[in-house]
Nanobody
Framework: QVQLVESGGGLVQAGGSLRLSCAHSGRTFTNYAMAWFRQAPGKEREFVAAIGWNGEITIYADSVKGRFTISRDNAEKTAYLEMNSLKAEDSAVYYC???????????????????WGQGTQVTVSS
């Protein structure tokens, strides 16, 4: 059973940075594409970024392109989301997701991911 544990959320001023981590408990981390989604109060969950098993494929939501970077360390079985130039509208609960079968065409679809973390709160003060 795969478990995902996020960390690194917190309160930061607008323009600041945070790095989120997602630790994967499975033995075959390299089988999984990893992604980050977020959900703000009263809003639907939205895609943020995704990365393929070897890191060669990365995709981003337009709203975070150029500010956020997704990466992974397969030896540490951890995925990361580096968030720079944070804005108030980035405030949300951020969720890590993993799936062994998601395709390049559907990496931005939450319904394609089987495994989810519990979420970590990011609050950006303006």
């Amino acid at each position: 059973q795969v478990q995902l544990v996020e960390s690194g959320g917190g309160l930061v001023q607008a323009g600041g940075s945070l790095r989120l981590s997602c630790a994967h408990s499975g033995r075959t981390f390299t089988n999984y594409a990893m992604a980050w989604f977020r959900q703000a109060p009263g809003k639907e969950r939205e895609f943020v970024a995704a990365i393929g098993w070897n890191g060669e494929i990365t995709i981003y939501a337009d709203s975070v392109k150029g500010r956020f970077t997704i990466s992974r360390d397969n030896a540490e079985k951890t995925a990361y989301l580096e968030m720079n130039s944070l804005k108030a509208e980035d405030s949300a609960v951020y969720y890590c997701a993993a799936d062994a079968w998601v395709t390049r065409a559907t990496m931005d679809s939450g319904s394609e991911y089987k495994h989810w973390g519990q979420g970590t709160q990011v609050t950006v003060s303006s």
